[in-house]
């Protein structure tokens, strides 16, 4: 079994940037992939990008050029960068990791606002 804490998430202007934490622990060694979904308040939760256990990346169009994914293998964290937030950003942030089934952090909330 698998479990996910998420944290990094918080209040920033438009233009700024936060870095969003997933650390694993657990039946590490049976994960194949982790990344992040959002959820915008009425709407459905949409991906925003993941990282294989081989180090492939995927990221949405929304975030392209301004989000990266990234791994600490050592520490089994996930890392999401978001640069240049916009308010549309705004959202609950969740982490996931897929090993035979997929296992959700309990999300982290992003607010994007002058």
């Known amino acids: 079994q698998v479990q996910l804490v998420e944290s990094g998430g918080g209040l920033v202007q438009p233009g700024g940037s936060l870095r969003l934490s997933c650390a694993a622990t657990g039946s590490i060694s049976s994960i194949i992939e982790m990344g992040w979904f959002r959820q915008a308040p009425g709407k459905q939760r949409d991906f925003v990008a993941f990282?294989?256990?081989?180090?492939?990346?995927k990221y949405a169009d929304s975030g392209k050029g301004r989000f990266t994914i990234s791994r600490d293998n050592a520490t089994n964290t996930v890392y999401l960068q978001l640069n240049s937030l916009k308010p549309e950003d705004t959202a609950v942030f969740f982490c996931y990791a897929t090993t035979y089934r997929t296992v959700w952090g309990q999300g982290t909330q992003v607010t994007v606002s002058s």
């Open positions: 990282i294989t256990s081989s180090g492939r990346t």
